[in-house]
């Protein structure tokens, strides 16, 4: 069945630097979305992306989607230590079924 | 504005007990429903999403299972748990399937003991 893959499973950051977090299908995606999920709490969209190539920034997070439309990935530039939290990549099932979410990312920051 | 409720936040049951979460969603009509399993520190298991009242796709075979007796009123039982039934179980809605965001509960903690 379809697979959305991430990497890495955890990273940890000293306040400043920067942090990367990559997604990959198995399968062509109509859309990729990508959702954040503070300690203790529940997912929250972030952005959708829908274009082969598409670029998107939120203040310091840039998403990106890839030209065939199998990865995408998150760049997180001068990361501070509200960024703390798993960062999950999302794409709809086979035959445009519910979304199927990747493993995510845990990203630690310390200051 | 469209609202999830979904409770209890926790739960403790005893392996072979019976089990009945509970997700409404208030605010919008015939939303897609989901619910969705985080076993600690791993990802969002899929485990069943409907499209409409009765109407249930169940996505990991196992012992829960999944209704849908009202437009947005989605629940997830099982007749008997077992440990590995413990994790944080999560509901959520879209607009539509696959391809506009997914709005959560506050998810349920439960553990089997």
């Known amino acids: 069945g379809q697979q959305v893959m991430q990497i890495p499973q955890y990273q940890h950051v000293q306040e400043g630097e920067d942090f990367t977090t990559y997604c990959n299908s198995s399968t062509t995606l109509s859309n990729i979305q990508w959702y954040k999920q503070r300690p203790g709490g529940h997912p929250v969209f972030l952005i959708q992306?829908?274009?082969?190539?598409e670029v998107k920034k939120q203040k310091r997070l840039t998403f990106q989607f890839g030209e065939a439309k199998k990865n995408s990935s998150l760049h997180i530039t001068a990361t501070q230590t509200t960024d703390v939290g798993t960062y999950f990549c999302a794409g709809p099932g086979q035959a445009g079924t519910a979304l199927i979410f990747g493993k995510g990312t845990t990203l630690s920051v310390s200051s | 504005s469209q609202t999830i409720h979904q409770w209890p936040a926790t739960l403790v049951q005893p392996v072979g007990s019976p089990l009945s979460l509970e997700c409404t969603v208030e605010?919008?009509?015939?939303?897609?429903l989901y619910w969705y399993r985080q076993a600690a520190g791993r990802g969002l298991q899929l485990l069943f999403y409907?499209?409409?009242?009765?109407?249930i796709s169940s996505e990991v075979p196992q012992n829960l299972s999944a209704s849908r007796p009202q437009d947005r009123q989605f629940i997830l039982s099982s007749k008997k748990l077992l440990l590995s039934d413990s994790g944080f179980y999560l509901c959520a809605w879209s607009k539509r399937l696959g391809d506009t965001e997914a709005f959560f509960g506050q998810g349920t903690r439960l553990t089997v003991v």
């Open positions: 409907s499209v409409g009242i009765g109407q």
């Open positions: 992306l829908v274009k082969s190539g």
């Open positions: 605010g919008t009509s015939n939303p897609n």
